[in-house]
């Protein structure tokens, strides 16, 4: 069990998972809960603005994916993709400097998307219609210097049965 508050496991339409996070450790802790439960093939989309810690996210996610900490988990920034060996292949895909997605088409992202590793996409509007239909969105929301709301939202139904069994797992409030 990750010791981190959850606020909601919704019932609601679309169902989610809302967590409110008051340190980078929540955050952290966040990520690894959903890499441990990261399946081949699956596509994370991680909503935010600059700052919110999508980064910081992935490198919880790989960390739940036993992606060694002796390797450092950065922005693909200007590689636009980075790829670490734990459980699954994780790719992250940060978009923020794609102008358009034809720049995308002397690198392997569809490989990434739809292979058996997990991907994790920082910026996914840049994708636009290319975006997978079957994915996690994790919307992270700045809610003060440290703090954090993250809302994880599954599109799919073996997604949806997914983040059900998580919300059981996860110690409710605090």
């Given at each position: 069990?990750?010791?981190?508050?959850?606020?909601?496991?919704?019932a609601?339409?679309?169902?989610?998972?809302?967590?409110?996070?008051?340190?980078?450790?929540?955050?952290?802790?966040?990520?690894?809960?959903?890499?441990?439960?990261?399946?081949?093939?699956?596509?994370?989309?991680?909503?935010?603005?600059?700052?919110?810690?999508?980064?910081?996210?992935?490198?919880?996610?790989?960390?739940?994916?036993?992606?060694?900490?002796?390797?450092?988990?950065t922005?693909?920034?200007?590689?636009?993709?980075?790829?670490?060996?734990?459980?699954?292949?994780?790719?992250?895909?940060?978009?923020?400097?794609?102008?358009?997605?034809?720049?995308?088409?002397?690198?392997?992202?569809?490989?990434?998307?739809?292979?058996?590793?997990?991907a994790?996409?920082?910026?996914?509007?840049?994708?636009?219609?290319?975006?997978?239909?079957?994915r996690?969105?994790?919307?992270?929301?700045?809610?003060?210097?440290?703090?954090r709301?993250?809302?994880?939202?599954?599109?799919?139904?073996?997604?949806?049965r997914?983040?059900?069994?998580?919300?059981?797992?996860?110690?409710?409030?605090?």
């Amino acid at each position: 069990m990750h010791p981190f508050p959850l606020d909601t496991v919704a019932a609601q339409d679309p169902p989610r998972l809302i967590i409110r996070c008051d340190s980078p450790e929540c955050s952290l802790q966040a990520g690894a809960a959903l890499g441990e439960r990261l399946e081949g093939g699956d596509v994370v989309a991680l909503w935010g603005e600059l700052g919110a810690g999508k980064t910081l996210f992935t490198r919880g996610v790989a960390r739940g994916l036993d992606v060694p900490e002796s390797i450092p988990v950065t922005s693909p920034t200007f590689t636009l993709i980075n790829e670490y060996e734990g459980r699954l292949p994780l790719y992250h895909l940060d978009l923020y400097r794609l102008a358009d997605i034809e720049e995308l088409e002397d690198l392997p992202w569809r490989d990434v998307l739809f292979g058996r590793g997990a991907a994790l996409i920082e910026w996914p509007e840049r994708l636009g219609a290319e975006i997978p239909e079957e994915r996690w969105d994790v919307r992270i929301t700045i809610t003060g210097d440290e703090s954090r709301v993250l809302i994880v939202e599954p599109h799919g139904d073996a997604r949806l049965r997914r983040l059900e069994a998580w919300g059981r797992d996860l110690p409710v409030g605090k």
